[in-house]
């Protein structure tokens, strides 16, 4: 590893993962709770089928548990109605078991009316009618009580004066036909505004008067009705008169045009001749299959294979030393920098690249021919 103790390492990279796991997010995208994503970016209810066949289940057991109950309602109404419908008698149509019966039956009544004659009533009235007396004194002795009781006979007091002086003094204070007379006196009275076209109609008139009297001070003709009539006609020459949409399209695209041929026209090739674009372009792809040809690994394999017309590329007599042919196995090359094949070096002159080693100290000493790599053998 890195010189790092594993344990530690391993420690820290879980602590770092669970701080991320940890981490909340700045911008909530997730989805709510209750949907999901479909296919095609749709949006759908997720479905809880558990809760769901819960549910049923709960219907079902409710249906079933009202069935039951409303079959022994029925069964319960139609028993009953039997039993008021059948006809009441003795058990027995012997006459031993009616004499016994009927003899029972005496015993039972005399037992429920001693047991009546024996009982008090419930309600014990003379101790009632005490109890409400006593509370009615209470209730009188209130001084709220008082206070109403006091002021209800003022109140009948006062009552009797207002009736007896209604009938001393009972007519009318107003008269209906004196108010309608005043009434009708004052809407004479009111003050009728005027509507807006009756004032603006007396405002007109009025400067119609006036204009009239500027007119006959100065009554001078100061236009004459030719002149009017020969400026009217040079407008009516100068009013530009509207031209439909396609023919300003036309116009604007006629116009645009003829620019566009005269700057053509005037516009000279960039490059002098094909022969000399395509001798440019041989000698770029040369320099791109040099320099890929230059790296270790399979760099080279993937960029010069692109150029497929390549001249650097193509497996003839003219170009033998060629250091990439299409479907060639890989040249080994060399680790140093420096040029050693004769090849290189004239490819290094051609392009005029001049390469340069590592710049070693001067406390590093010559280099030694066969060094011992003392790492590999194990001294250290």
């Known amino acids: 590893m890195?010189?790092?103790?594993?344990?530690?390492?391993a420690r820290e990279e879980k602590v770092r993962i669970g701080r991320l796991l940890k981490a909340k997010k700045s911008i909530d995208n997730e989805m709510p709770k209750g949907l999901r994503k479909g296919k095609g970016g749709k949006v759908f209810r997720k479905r809880d089928a558990k809760k769901e066949m819960k549910m049923k289940a709960m219907h079902e057991y409710m249906k079933k548990e009202n069935q039951i109950l409303k079959q022994r309602v029925k069964d319960m109404i139609k028993a009953e109605q039997k039993k008021r419908s059948t006809?009441?008698?003795?058990?027995?149509?012997?006459?031993?078991i009616q004499a016994k019966e009927k003899q029972r039956i005496k015993q039972d009544n005399d037992i429920l009316k001693r047991n009546l004659a024996n009982s008090t009533a419930f309600y014990d009235v003379a101790a009632i009618e005490r109890d409400t007396a006593r509370m009615k004194k209470q209730w009188e002795r209130n001084p709220f009580t008082i206070l109403r009781q006091k002021n209800a006979k003022k109140l009948k007091k006062e009552n009797k004066i207002n009736r007896e002086r209604l009938k001393k003094n009972g007519k009318a204070f107003y008269n209906?036909?004196?108010?309608?007379?005043?009434?009708k006196r004052m809407k004479g009275k009111l003050l009728k505004t005027e509507p807006t076209w009756k004032v603006r109609q007396r405002e007109i008139k009025r400067e119609n008067k006036i204009n009239a009297a500027r007119f006959k001070k100065n009554s001078a003709a100061y236009y004459n009705p030719a002149e009017w009539e020969a400026d009217v006609e040079k407008m009516k020459n100068k009013i530009i008169k509207g031209v439909p949409q396609w023919k300003i399209r036309e116009q604007k695209l006629r116009h645009e045009n003829a620019s566009f041929y005269k700057r053509l026209a005037k516009t000279k090739p960039l490059v002098g001749s094909v022969e000399e674009w395509d001798k440019d372009r041989a000698r770029v792809e040369e320099q791109i299959v040099w320099t890929c040809s230059l790296k270790s690994g399979r760099l080279g394999r993937n960029?010069?294979?692109?150029?497929?017309?390549?001249?650097?590329?193509?497996?003839n007599k003219s170009n033998p030393n060629s250091p990439r042919k299409m479907y060639s196995p890989r040249r080994p090359q060399s680790t140093s920098k420096t040029p050693r094949g004769t090849y290189r070096r004239?490819?290094?002159?051609?392009f005029g690249v001049t390469p340069?080693?590592?710049?070693?100290?001067?406390?590093?000493?010559?280099?030694?021919?066969?060094?011992?790599?003392y790492m590999l053998l194990g001294y250290l």
């Open 356 to 373: 340069k080693g590592r710049n070693r100290p001067a406390s590093a000493g010559r280099r030694k021919k066969n060094r011992k790599n």
């Open 2 to 9: 890195d010189g790092r103790d594993p344990k530690v390492h």
């Open 87 to 96: 006809h009441i008698a003795f058990r027995s149509v012997n006459e031993v």
């Open 346 to 350: 004239k490819q290094y002159a051609k």
């Open 176 to 183: 209906v036909k004196e108010w309608e007379a005043d009434v």
């Open 303 to 315: 960029v010069a294979p692109l150029l497929n017309n390549a001249a650097a590329l193509q497996n």
